[in-house]
């Protein structure tokens, strides 16, 4: 069965450091991973995926994500944090079989401190 | 593009009524929307896959008598909670899974009920 971890409830963050939210999964064949943030009271914004071929995947607001197959990681990264980023962040992960359902991490919430 | 919305965004209705809530897309043909619930502070948790013109399929532990998922075209899924109590309060979001190209699911802003 296919699986996510987040083992970061919080990250504390000063705007202007870069920030790193970490995402490990479990999946059997190839892993299509997604990162989504949430804000309050809000749905979840697709940020990025990772299907195939480069393992740097490039985002929305400046935000990307790395694919290392070796230790089944996919952490978020950006180079400057905003004081709008604070928010709550999704790694998901489905299988390569032709079912859609994606499975969530426990999310972890992003401070940015000004 | 990949605009998908919800309709309440909020809900207050009292024990034993039914509440329906509905979730297009609305630049895109969906032939997959899931319905998701998510309790304060926790993650999401599938309720169930619909695809259009067919039955939905429910994740274990769901009732699909008392959560009806109608997904009768391929822009609009409709969740209908029956007979709703206190506990079924809670964050109800939808995702939709275009038909073609990329396999992203693409969420709605999510509807808040409360049963009162």
């Known amino acids: 069965a296919q699986s996510v971890a987040q083992p970061e409830d919080q990250v504390n963050v000063a705007e202007g450091n870069p920030l790193t939210v970490k995402c490990t999964y479990s999946?059997?064949?190839?892993?299509?991973l997604f990162w989504y943030v949430q804000y309050p009271n809000r749905g979840l914004q697709f940020l990025l995926k990772?299907?195939?071929?480069?393992?740097l995947v490039k985002g929305s607001y400046g935000f990307e994500a790395e694919f290392n197959k070796s230790q089944t990681s996919f952490h978020l990264k950006k180079p400057s944090a905003l004081v709008s980023d604070s928010a709550l962040y999704f790694c998901a992960v489905r299988d390569g079989t032709g079912f859609q359902k994606l499975v969530f991490g426990t999310g972890t919430r992003l401070l940015v401190s000004p | 593009g990949a605009v998908v919305s919800q309709h309440p965004s909020w809900v207050i209705c009292k024990s034993g009524t039914s509440v329906k809530i509905e979730c297009r897309s609305l630049?895109?043909?969906?032939?997959?929307m899931f319905w998701y619930r998510q309790f304060p502070k926790q993650s999401l948790m599938l309720m169930a896959t619909?695809?259009?013109?067919?039955?939905?399929?429910?994740e274990q532990g769901v009732e699909k008598d008392k959560f009806l998922i109608n997904h009768a075209s391929l822009t609009l899924s409709t969740l209908t909670v029956t007979s709703a109590h206190p506990e079924d309060s809670s964050f109800y979001i939808c995702?939709?899974?275009?038909?073609?190209?990329?396999?992203?699911?693409?969420f709605g802003p999510g509807t808040r009920l409360t049963v009162l």
């Open positions: 630049d895109f043909q969906a032939t997959t």
């Open positions: 999946v059997s064949g190839n892993p299509y």
């Open positions: 619909s695809n259009e013109g067919s039955k939905a399929t429910y």
């Open positions: 995702s939709a899974s275009a038909s073609k190209g990329p396999i992203t699911q693409y």
């Open positions: 990772y299907i195939t071929g480069d393992n």
